[in-house]
């Protein structure tokens, strides 16, 4: 019961853990599309750090590689990033949620993203469209509902969904209104999306061409990856902190456990030698022992992190805005069981180790001796 409870908290944590890492990363993963491209000021590493003038934003919707929608306008989206306070629904805790001012194009800029209640933002006015996941997770997200901003209050007007991404923990708005409100001169980025693929090289050459133009051009995978590089490590290094830990614990369980139960057979462990087991035999037979206790308590774990965790939905850090919120499914999957029920099983081989060799090396006549 030691060896099967300990390797089962190992496994469970593990996995729920690791489960969080993966959701975070398929959830930022879920925005990225081929065909999108951002563009930000040369030498910011996200969003948040980019400024863009309006000539600037004039120049990048100008230039080559961009496709146009069947009234010649360029499919794109100035945007502005900035956050927004919300209570969590779960403890009422305070915290920001990230608010996006965007284009007139930004949902034909992302197709998988549908209006699911409500009606669009209008112009000019302080309105908003809440992400399903947001609205799901904090409060006063409804329609109807008023979020104290800059320059008043702004009324939530609809909701919006799709394409399982990090846009759905968001709250957007008009971009013009949101820079007016907030007394801002520049955007952060410009999202676009280009012609074809081969024409990401005709957008870096057009607006490498202009001179006052300094620019990074990424394909939006590329920048999501790099984006949430930084916390996605995060995640894994906790992960595996709080394993390695629980890990060595249950080792130490499945050694003292096996040592103790190698102890108290040393009797019958000698007749086995004296009727004609070898010393191998024995060996192996304590490790499948050790083997098959581990691979309980791996099954056990798994099923418990599995029942407890999988599509369990949860907020952390990690939104556009290192200050706001990112709205996530933990996904178990069978991948990570195996992992965790390899590794599990590895602790339970090294558990039993030890005992295994002292087992074999049992001498028959000095074990038989004490009977």
């Given at each position: 019961m030691v060896?099967?409870?300990?390797?089962a908290g190992v496994v469970a944590?593990?996995?729920s853990v690791l489960a969080m890492s993966l959701g975070f990363r398929t959830t930022i993963e879920g925005d990225g599309s081929d065909d999108r491209t951002i563009v930000f000021s040369r030498g910011a590493n996200a969003e948040n750090e980019s400024g863009l003038s309006r000539e600037n934003v004039a120049a990048v919707m100008n230039a080559a590689g961009i496709?146009?929608?069947a009234r010649d306008r360029p499919v794109a989206s100035a945007e502005v990033i900035l956050v927004a306070p919300v209570a969590r629904k779960r403890d009422n805790s305070d915290v920001y949620v990230t608010l996006r001012g965007v284009g007139p194009q930004y949902f034909v800029l992302r197709p998988e993203l549908k209006l699911v209640s409500g009606r669009p933002f209008r112009a000019g006015n302080q309105e908003l469209l809440v992400g399903a996941s947001a609205s799901a997770q904090f409060a006063e997200l409804e329609i109807g509902n008023q979020i104290r901003l800059q320059d008043g209050d702004w009324t939530v007007v609809g909701t919006f969904a799709g394409g399982n991404g990090a846009r759905e923990s968001e709250v957007i708005a008009d971009a013009q209104t949101v820079m007016s409100a907030y007394k801002l001169e520049s955007f952060n980025s410009v999202s676009l999306m280009r012609e074809s693929g081969s024409s990401l090289a005709v957008l870096k050459a057009a607006l490498a061409q202009d001179a006052s133009l300094l620019v990074d051009v990424h394909t939006e995978p590329e920048y999501l990856a790099t984006a949430s590089s930084s916390t996605n490590r995060m995640l894994q290094l906790v992960a595996y902190s709080i394993g390695s830990i629980m890990a060595l614990g249950a080792?130490?369980?499945?050694?003292n456990s096996m040592q103790s139960a190698v102890a108290a057979r040393t009797v019958e462990?000698?007749?086995l030698r004296a009727i004609g087991f070898s010393s191998f035999a024995v060996g192996i037979a304590v490790l499948i022992e050790a083997l098959l206790l581990a691979f309980a308590g791996a099954v056990a774990g798994a099923a418990v992190a599995y029942t407890a965790f999988n599509g369990t939905t949860i907020s952390t850090l990690g939104g556009a805005v290192w200050d706001?919120?990112?709205v996530y499914s933990l996904n178990i999957t069978p991948s990570l069981i195996v992992i965790a029920i390899v590794l599990a099983c590895a602790l339970g081989l090294l558990g039993g180790l030890f005992p295994a060799i002292r087992a074999a090396h049992t001498?028959?006549?000095d074990a038989l001796h004490e009977i």
């Open positions: 060896i099967v409870v300990s390797i944590v593990l996995i496709r146009h929608d080792l130490f369980g499945a050694l462990i000698a007749t706001s919120q990112l001498k028959v006549a």
